[in-house]
Structures are given as structure tokens and as C-alpha cells.
């Protein structure tokens, strides 16, 4: 009798262990991204652009992008049609583009140098207004909220060796006034370095009631609640040479660490469904960089990774946005846009 509860007790513990091995195979997802399509030359008749910086989807075949100049255009069925403002320190133009929102017909422009936010006609590319406040004086990333007249700014071009105390997310008024939001550089566990690092190109990203952004020196991501003002990191698992930066002396030990295995975050895409991160980690010598582009759920579990050669800029629909830059000499056209489909197995 005792060996018969003992088989039986073997025989339920197996079908237990098999459930839960197929509940784990079941969850199991792997991605792959679809062949590049639609693929539609940009039209820039109006001005060269200078290196494509940033691309804001409005609507189907209408988006917001940014160039080195700097310079701001309206993108409409792959066409250039509007130009918003210009560089310049008067009234309505920007030295710099340190961060863009878009929100209903209005798109708003940072210019941290000047601490302002300039704000234009999406369709008229008319000035509206501008103010100042000394509370974008170093912050270079950019939400507006809705329903209220106030942005969210955050400092992402922070030095390591700041006080705690430095803040990194604000609330900006449309009179000047500010707040700090809590949210200090002594909270983020960045690498305390002397050296800056800014990601390029990247912003806030906006899902469901909050905000996802990406801190340069540090491995997490992390989401704003814009109800509560809870803040949420998690893991990204990227080498950020946190050990070689700190225990280095002279500023030339922290570049050998950034140049040899310091992993940057270049854009957060996200979607209903997951956020993705892409990110580039430097190679010794003269290897190219390892770009790989990473997939979690909105509770911070990762789905999978998948390596990559392209500049994604965004997703609409939930696909992929590529700009293709033009190598050919011979070819009057600069740049390019496809798409590709991420795809869930």
C-alpha cells in the first residue's frame, strides 16, 4: 500500500513538472522582424536636410522631423511641405532643438539654450507664442500635458559628479514658475562619472497614462505615472562599464570604458503591446558596433531580443519606422522611409 501512494504520489508530481514545462514553452515568445517595405523616398525639394534627427508621427502619411541644422519640417506623403521657424535668438526661432511634443494641432519646440518653448500651428506653421523659465536650463526632453497648460521636462545631459540633489524631471508653467517632481539624480543608481553623456534622439514616449524615458550612465528604464507621479524602473541588462568608469582617475580611463563595451540607449518605441529599446554597445579596436534591439512587456518582463543594422526611429500601427540614409554619390535623393513588421512567434 505505501508503494502505491508513494508511485502515485511520483505520478502527480511528473503531471505537475509537465504542466508547468509546457506553461513555460507556452509563454515562451521569440521575434523577428519582417522584410523591409513601403519603402518611399523623402521628397526634400524645400531644404537638405542635415541628418535626420527626429521623426514625430502625427497621422497616416503626416509626421514632424528635425535636422541638424537645426531645422523643423512637416512630412506629408513623404514630401516636405512646411518649415517651422528657423534657427536664430529672436523671437520664434531656436539655437538648438533640445526636445519636440506634439499635442493636437500644436507642436512645441525646447530650446534649452534659451530656456524656452516655442509653440506652432502644426498646419500653418505659424508662430504662436513663446515663453521662458529657468527651469528648462539644462533639460532636454519634453512632454506637454494635456488638459492642463504645464510640460514635462526632464535633465538627461546630467554630469555623474552632480550633487544627489539635482533634479531630474520638472513640471514647467506657462508663466515661468516650476516644480521639481521628486525625482533626483541620487535616486537613479547612475555610474558617477565626470564624463556627459547624452543619448541621441531620444525622448519621452507616451503610454497609457504615463511616460516612458531613458536616463544616460544608467541600466534601467523607466516609466512616469502621470496620475500618481510613481516612478517605475526596470532592468534592461546592458553593460554600462559601471565599475570602470567609477575606479577611473583621469578622463581618459572613463573614454577607454565608453569606447570599449559602453552599451548606449539610442530610442524607447512603444506600442499597446511592448516597449523596445535599441541600443549600441562599442567593440575594441576598430569593430563596428553591437546593436541590438530589445523587447519587454509593460510589466517590465522580457520577451526577447533581436540583433539590428537599421535606424528605427519609431512604430506606427505597431511597425517598425526605418529612415534609410542614401550612400550614392550619384543619387539627388538623401534619405528614405520603410517599414518592417514585428512579428511574434
Known amino acids: 500500500m505505501k508503494h502505491t501512494i ?34 518611399e523616398i523623402i521628397n526634400d525639394e524645400m531644404s537638405f536636410i542635415d541628418g535626420l534627427y ?53 507642436l512645441y519646440v525646447l530650446d534649452n539654450s534659451q530656456t524656452k518653448i516655442i509653440s506652432f500651428d502644426i498646419n500653418s506653421a505659424e508662430c504662436i507664442g513663446e515663453f521662458t523659465s529657468e527651469g528648462l536650463n539644462r533639460f532636454d526632453y519634453l512632454h506637454k500635458l494635456r488638459n492642463s497648460d504645464g510640460f514635462i521636462a526632464a535633465n538627461g545631459s546630467y554630469l555623474g559628479i552632480m550633487p544627489d540633489s539635482t533634479s531630474l524631471l520638472r513640471k514647467i508653467y506657462e508663466d515661468g514658475s516650476y516644480e521639481d517632481l521628486g525625482l533626483y539624480l541620487g535616486r537613479i543608481n547612475t555610474v558617477r562619472s565626470v564624463v556627459r553623456l547624452r543619448t541621441p534622439g531620444l525622448s519621452f514616449v507616451k503610454y497609457d497614462n504615463g511616460l516612458y524615458t531613458y536616463f544616460p550612465l544608467n541600466d534601467s528604464l523607466r516609466w512616469y505615472d502621470l496620475d500618481t507621479g510613481k ?10 562599464q559601471r565599475d570602470e568608469m567609477e575606479d577611473a582617475t583621469e578622463a581618459a580611463k572613463i573614454l577607454d570604458a565608453i569606447n570599449e563595451g559602453y552599451t548606449f540607449v539610442t530610442r524607447i518605441i512603444a506600442t499597446e503591446d511592448w516597449v523596445a529599446v535599441t541600443t549600441a554597445q562599442n567593440q575594441p579596436g576598430d569593430l563596428p558596433q553591437r546593436k541590438i534591439l530589445k523587447f519587454y512587456r509593460h510589466d517590465g518582463s522580457f520577451i526577447d531580443e533581436v540583433p539590428y543594422e537599421d535606424n528605427f526611429v ?22 528614405s522611409i520603410g517599414y518592417r513588421d514585428v512579428i511574434f512567434e
Open 6 to 39: 508513494s508511485t502515485l504520489f511520483l505520478v502527480i508530481l511528473l503531471i505537475s513538472c509537465n504542466s508547468q514545462n509546457d506553461k513555460e514553452a507556452t509563454d515562451a515568445v521569440s521575434v523577428r522582424l519582417g522584410e523591409l517595405t513601403d519603402v
Open 54 to 106: 527626429s521623426f514625430l508621427p502625427i497621422s497616416e502619411g503626416r509626421a514632424i522631423i528635425s535636422d541638424g541644422k537645426p531645422g523643423l519640417f512637416l512630412l506629408e506623403d513623404n514630401v516636405l511641405t512646411q518649415q517651422y521657424g528657423r534657427s536664430g535668438s529672436g523671437p520664434c526661432e531656436y539655437n538648438q532643438i533640445s526636445g519636440t511634443d506634439l499635442l493636437e494641432d500644436t
Open 231 to 240: 516612478l517605475t524602473a526596470f532592468d534592461l541588462d546592458i553593460e554600462i
Open 314 to 335: 519609431g512604430q506606427a500601427d505597431g511597425r517598425l519606422i526605418q529612415i534609410i540614409e542614401n550612400t550614392d554619390p550619384e543619387s539627388d535623393m538623401a534619405y
